[in-house]
């Protein structure tokens, strides 16, 4: 008996490790494409079935802890809901008003930064860094703190970054990044956080606006962060994974740019796995889960689940050809909480797909490493090549 409980810990510990070493195969192994809901070994309590994972992030019944990831700080969740909500619907504003600003602007930066040779998917953070640029952080921002932004993302943001730096030079770095964005927090909410200005200036002026004076300043500038990974981070995924498969399928390049962004999202959804509390123990499809699991939804499951989609594993853009109504598709989450700038994602996205591949002739050359796998689902190293169509009409 006691040998027996001592073999059920040890098999655990491994699980847990194998989970660690390499969460997507160890949860698409236990997933063996049927499952909905499942007690993995790791200890969690897994959904990969579309409507359980609506049942979860939707949350209509109210059995799970609401939240979303991207409120998530860490003293616990920024709030009011109603705070998160006008600061999801300002920021949003403010991208779409900045995207129209500069949409001329796009095929001059491509360019300009991926041109005839780029390094992704650095080159895809990169370049929505520099396209949002002024909006991310307005020019008349203390130059010290420019420069923490820029350390943010080299540290933090990029596929690999955290590998680059040692834990203890992200720690101090970290503290001095949020000390002075804890600062320029408290100076802008003294002067008014868009002084001289009816709009927010940039997402910080977003953050202090919609949180109010008496929030905690250390949340607002972390509510900043999630933005910057937002934008910087997962855009730049998103552009790098859709390169990828366009360059890499080199068949599809004349397809629609919004089904390759589309199928992109599907294969490799930025946003992998988010995480839920349930409020009180409830059945989910048949398996009990209460307030002591950590309920983890595996949206790249979902995308692939082959009672949901033919060919699941296959890069297919023309599946989009039809308007779908596919519930097993929920790149930007689902329910209230689903993200505040999907919109604006995909359109800047198609943008920048139609330019790249119609413009240019794109050819991608393979690394030889794998994903990137952190809280968002990164691409592999690879290099993109372009020449413009109209200087090399004959190519492809
Ligand atoms: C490819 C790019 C992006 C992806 C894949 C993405 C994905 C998501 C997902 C999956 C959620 C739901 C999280 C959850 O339920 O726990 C979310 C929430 C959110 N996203 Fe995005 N996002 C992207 C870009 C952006 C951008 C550019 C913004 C800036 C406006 C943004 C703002 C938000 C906000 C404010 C929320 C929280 C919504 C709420 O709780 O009410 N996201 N995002």
Redesign the pocket.
């Known amino acids: 008996m006691a040998r027996s409980a001592e073999g059920g810990t040890t098999r655990r510990h491994r699980s847990a490790a194998a989970y660690r070493r390499d969460p997507l195969e160890f949860l698409a192994e236990e997933f063996g494409g049927t499952r909905d809901v499942w007690r993995s070994a790791s200890g969690r309590l897994c959904v990969a079935g579309p409507q359980a994972a609506r049942e979860v992030?939707g949350n209509r019944q109210g059995a799970f802890v609401e939240?979303?990831?991207?409120?998530h700080t860490r003293t616990g969740v920024f709030g009011p809901?109603a705070a998160?909500?006008d600061?999801?619907r300002a920021?949003?504003g403010?991208?779409r008003r900045q995207l129209d600003a500069r949409r001329a602007d796009l095929p001059r930066l491509v360019g300009a930064r991926l041109a005839p040779v780029s390094s992704w998917p650095d080159a895809g953070n990169l370049l929505i860094r520099e396209h949002l640029r002024d909006v991310l952080l307005c020019p008349d921002a203390p130059a010290e703190l420019h420069g923490a932004v820029d350390g943010i993302v080299a540290r933090a943001v990029l596929a690999g970054a955290r590998e680059r730096h040692s834990a203890l030079s992200r720690l101090r770095f970290r503290r001095r990044a949020m000390g002075l964005l804890v600062r320029e927090t408290e100076a802008r909410r003294s002067t008014g956080p868009c002084a001289g200005a009816d709009e927010p200036r940039d997402?910080l002026d977003v953050a202090v606006a919609g949180a109010g004076p008496s929030a905690d300043p250390g949340q607002v500038a972390e509510v900043y962060l999630?933005?910057l990974f937002?934008?910087v981070g997962?855009?730049g995924?998103?552009l790098g994974w859709s390169v990828y498969l366009a360059g890499t399928h080199p068949a599809t390049a004349d397809d629609e740019p919004a089904w390759i962004v589309r199928e992109a999202?599907r294969l490799w959804?930025?946003?992998w796995l988010?995480?839920?509390t349930p409020s009180r123990v409830h059945e989910l499809a048949d398996v009990t889960a209460g307030p002591r699991d950590e309920v983890n939804v595996c949206?790249y499951l979902v995308h692939r689940h082959p009672r949901h989609w033919e060919r699941p594993d296959e890069f297919v853009p023309h599946r989009w050809a039809a308007p779908p109504h596919e519930p097993a598709f929920?790149?930007?989450?689902?329910?209230?909480?689903?993200?505040?700038?999907?919109t604006?994602?995909m359109s800047l996205?198609e943008d920048l797909i139609r330019i790249i591949t119609r413009d240019w002739h794109l050819s991608v050359t393979p690394s030889g490493g794998g994903p990137h796998l952190g809280p968002?689902l990164a691409p592999p190293r690879f290099t993109a090549e372009l020449h413009h169509r109209a200087a090399a009409p004959e190519r492809r």
Not at 67 to 71: H, I, P, Q, W
Not at 330 to 342: I, R
């Open positions: 992030l939240t979303s990831d991207f409120f809901r998160q909500i600061i999801g920021a949003r403010l991208l997402l999630s933005f937002a934008t997962s855009i995924f998103a999202l959804p930025v946003a988010f995480a839920r949206l929920m790149p930007f989450g689902f329910g209230t909480h689903s993200c505040a700038g999907a604006v994602t996205l968002a």
